[in-house]
């Protein structure tokens, strides 16, 4: 069986949610309430892959929201991702994906040093962060879309805000690679990390957010940030494609223009309907067949019994391993969402 551990992308998103779903009596309640909140499994899901066969699995949501780490509320938020992953492992999953900012906060905060969560010892081979998938469907979004929208990759430069991720530096090292593009732009805050990444690829332009915006031809958005960005479209290319592969999003604009085009990054669509609810509740345009990448990885490893950690750690994803899992994506009937 298959797992996923997800949170919802802000406290009112939360309240909603618990109103749509019949709790009226957490629709009321404030960010407190909501840090003292256990995991809960709150879906059973059946996936069939166009192989024909079928596989089961469970959606746990965590109820960490992104406002605990912009408050600071640190001990909450690691605490909800040990305790979700406890969770998974107690109703007996065998492979579970660290949705979201779940991979992110057990990084950032090294919480393999905890692996007792009262007691269950967790064995962290069970899960996996989904990035490996995640920073595939992107980089095919990439090659996809920007023929789509008349990009021609050979003449483009593409910007990556998060290039140091752990996403954006396997986006980075497969754009490098498989693909003739002109320039690479990368942005992120630690200049060290960015020197490093630069190194690596031997290639890339170090910039800031602002300086990147007007000579980018494709913006690949891949930052943990707790809230989307405001971008001035008037200031961006034309034509220029936008993936945003942020959860939440990383751009709080709401972009309308002809030559700009936006496209929701790191989702794939399935061959098949899913039998589930849960990405009704997250706001997936076509529910049934939409889904975030990393949530397919799980989904891949189960139908391929590999009940291993297949991406784990920062910044190790190679190329031989997006290949790899990309082959497993198409044989099972996933394909990258596109405009
Ligand atoms: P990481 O923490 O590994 O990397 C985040 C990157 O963003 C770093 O390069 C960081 O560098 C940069 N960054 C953070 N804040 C800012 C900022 N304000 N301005 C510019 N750069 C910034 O994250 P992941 O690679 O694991 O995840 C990236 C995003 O992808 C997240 O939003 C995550 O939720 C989402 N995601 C989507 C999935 C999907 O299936 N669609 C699956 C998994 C994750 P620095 O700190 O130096 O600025």
């Given at each position: 069986m298959?797992g996923?551990i ?9 309240q ?38 079928t596989i089961?699995g469970?959606?746990?949501e965590?109820?960490f929201l ?10 909450a ?9 406890a969770?998974?492992?107690?109703h007996?999953?065998?492979i579970?994906a ?16 905890f692996?007792?969560?009262r007691?269950?010892?967790l064995?962290?081979e069970?899960?996996?962060t989904?990035n490996?998938?995640t ?22 430069t593409v ?10 530096s ?9 693909t003739?593009?002109?320039d ?7 200049q060290?990390?960015?020197t490093?990444?630069?190194?690596e690829?031997?290639r ?6 602002e ?19 405001e971008?001035d479209?008037?200031?961006?290319k034309?034509p220029?494609?936008?993936?945003d592969?942020?959860y939440?999003k990383?751009?709080?604009?709401k972009i309308?223009h002809?030559?700009?085009h ?15 609810k849960i990405?009704?509740i997250?706001?997936m ?12 990885e799980?989904?891949l ?9 297949f ?9 031989e ?6 082959r ?12």
């Open positions: 298959f996923l997800g949170h919802l992308t802000s406290l009112e998103h939360a909603s949610v618990a109103r749509d779903l019949g709790y009226p009596e957490y629709a009321d309640q404030g960010l407190d309430f909501w840090c003292s909140a256990p995991p809960q499994i709150v879906d059973n899901i059946k996936v069939t892959s166009i192989t024909g066969q089961e469970r959606y746990v965590s109820c992104p406002e605990m780490l912009a408050t600071r509320r640190i001990k938020a690691t605490r909800k991702i040990l305790n979700a992953m969770h998974a492992q107690k007996g999953i065998d579970t660290l949705g979201g900012f779940s991979s992110i906060i057990f990084e950032n905060f090294k919480l393999e040093q692996p007792q969560v007691n269950i010892q064995e962290f069970k899960f996996t989904g490996t998938h920073a595939y469907i992107i980089c095919r979004q990439v090659e996809q879309a920007s023929a789509q929208v008349g990009i021609n990759l050979a003449d483009a910007a990556i805000c998060g290039a140091t991720g752990d996403i954006g396997a986006v980075c090292r497969w754009l490098d690679a498989c003739d593009v002109k690479l732009l990368l942005i992120a805050r630690n060290e990390r960015l490093e990444l630069q190194a690829l031997g890339g332009k170090i910039m800031d957010l300086s990147a915006l007007p000579e980018a031809d494709i913006i690949v958005w891949v930052a943990s940030m707790p809230k989307g960005v971008i479209p008037s200031r961006l034309q220029c494609l936008l993936i592969g942020g939440p990383n751009l709080a604009t309308q002809p030559g700009l936006v496209l929701n990054g790191g989702i794939v669509e399935h061959s098949l309907d899913i039998d589930w990405m009704h997250v706001n345009n076509v529910p049934a067949r939409q889904l975030f990448a990393c949530f397919a799980s989904m490893l189960e139908f391929e019994k590999l009940y291993t950690n991406s784990w750690g920062r910044n190790q994803i190679t190329v391993k997006m290949e790899y899992i990309g497993l994506s198409v044989k099972h009937g996933f394909r990258p969402l596109l405009i």
